[in-house]
């Protein structure tokens, strides 16, 4: 027969002491804190890839809508046929009055920055090509 | 006495049940975008473009890192470019065992020359692989979008 009266055997069953484990958790939580450091989110330019084999001369099919992204003297110039154009704003006005079914190629000569092409792929998507093709030169 | 006893039982009775739960979801927020994130991450100056609406990819895709100075870097470690095919050749074959397709992310630096990106894009396209994604760096929010792509 258990003479303890009901409250005391509820109050020493119910209790278990989490101190420590609230002092780890909290341990964790200032080192995670400390130590993690912010990663921004990125955006993403997916064009389609092909590897160009033709001699350059013989690259019929890609006069007609190609981007050539160059570099002269550290600048970046962007070719459209016998046009020159040289910043973003411009390209994709040039690009917008294209037709749009043919897609658009993109080819960036190996001294332009990486910046230049991306501005290229991103001015044929702002200019609304359905199909952007990367095309690297002949190496 | 009976009195007494309530006393007790009422006075040191605080329900830590919430502020646990949400220190437990606070670490595992930390765990999981911290560590992960930035081990796959090389530190890098990607173009600031907008970039496409694309869907995330449906498997995580290899990050292949390309430095200011035109090396190869994947989780870390540097690669040759026939070292690094050898590793996409490896990859793409896991893929095509769980009949997948390789989803390749490159990660190039804005500074870089686009020459160890074209020979990656002639030796990703003579492997069949078609398909790739380049990754930006978003603008600042209220940044005017346009502006260019002149090099410096």
């Known amino acids: 027969m258990n003479f303890t009266p009901k409250s005391k055997q ?3 069953l119910l209790r278990s002491d989490l101190t420590a484990m609230i002092d780890i958790i909290f341990q964790l939580l200032i080192f995670f804190l400390l130590s993690t450091t912010y990663a921004p989110p990125e955006g993403h330019l ?16 890609l006069v007609p809508q190609l981007v050539e992204v160059q570099s002269r003297g550290g600048r970046t110039v962007f070719v459209v046929g016998q046009v020159e154009v040289p910043d973003k704003d411009s390209l994709v006005a040039l690009l917008s009055t294209l037709p749009k079914q043919g897609g658009l190629f993109v080819r960036a000569q190996n001294n332009a920055q990486v910046s230049g092409a991306m501005a290229a792929l991103q001015a044929a998507r702002d200019a609304e090509f359905d199909k952007v093709t990367y095309v690297p030169p002949p190496q | 006495m009976r009195r007494n006893a309530q006393q007790r039982s009422h006075l040191p009775n605080i329900d830590l049940t919430a502020m646990v739960d949400v220190v437990f979801l606070l670490i595992v927020f930390f765990l999981t975008t911290s560590s992960l994130v930035e081990q796959s991450r090389t530190p890098l100056e990607l173009a600031e473009e907008q970039g496409e609406d ?6 995580p895709p290899l990050l292949i890192n390309i430095t200011a100075g035109g090396s190869y870097v994947v989780e870390g470690d540097e690669f040759s470019l026939d070292s690094l095919l ?5 990859e793409d074959a896991e893929s095509k065992r769980r009949n997948q397709a390789l989803e390749v992310t ?47």
Request: net charge positive; proline share 9%; hydrophobic share 40%.
């Open chain 2, 106 to 152: 490159v990660r190039a630096d804005h500074r870089a020359a686009m020459a160890p990106v074209n020979q990656l894009a002639t030796a990703l396209a003579e492997r069949g692989i078609r398909s790739w994604r380049l990754a930006t760096q978003l603008p600042a929010a209220g940044a005017n979008g346009g502006g260019g792509g002149g090099g410096s």
């Open chain 2, 54 to 59: 694309l869907p995330p990819p449906p498997t």
């Open chain 1, 46 to 61: 997916e064009p389609a890839l092909r590897a160009d084999h033709q001699e350059a001369g013989a690259a019929a099919d």
């Open chain 1, 10 to 12: 509820r109050s020493t």
């Open chain 2, 86 to 90: 050898v590793r996409v050749a490896q």
